[in-house]
């Protein structure tokens, strides 16, 4: 696969990924905000913070974002174990995360052999 369509590959499952965590986190929303929502807009934060370098085609970052991924993909697993009523949109984080992890992976390989 050509650079170009690695990082579309690579940027859509990150959108996804952002999505899904995003709907999580909205779902949970109150007026005032509590101490757990604000929290779960800072989960997405390093996220969103680091895909411009990715994006630009950044070694360490990309390689900072694999290791970025795995807390969210034990939360998403855990949440999707022992908790029914988050288990669809734990689902869906993991699943992305674990596809964003991958095309992370052969972006990394790409950067290296060329």
């Given amino acids: 696969m050509k650079r170009p369509a690695l990082q579309k590959v690579l940027l859509v499952s990150w959108l996804f ?3 899904a965590l995003s709907g999580w986190w909205a779902r949970g929303l109150a007026w005032p905000p509590t101490p757990g929502t604000i929290l779960g807009g800072m989960l997405i934060l390093p996220l969103a913070l680091i895909l411009p370098a990715i994006l630009r085609g950044s070694e360490k970052a990309s390689a900072a ?15 999707a174990v022992a908790n029914p ?30």
């Fill in 17 to 19: 990924l952002l999505l």
């Fill in 65 to 79: 974002g694999t290791l970025l991924l795995i807390p969210y993909m034990g939360w998403g697993l855990t949440e």
């Fill in 85 to 114: 009523g988050a288990r669809k949109l734990a689902a869906a984080s993991v699943f992305m995360a674990v596809t964003c992890f991958a095309a992370l992976i052969i972006w990394l390989r790409s950067l290296r052999s060329g």
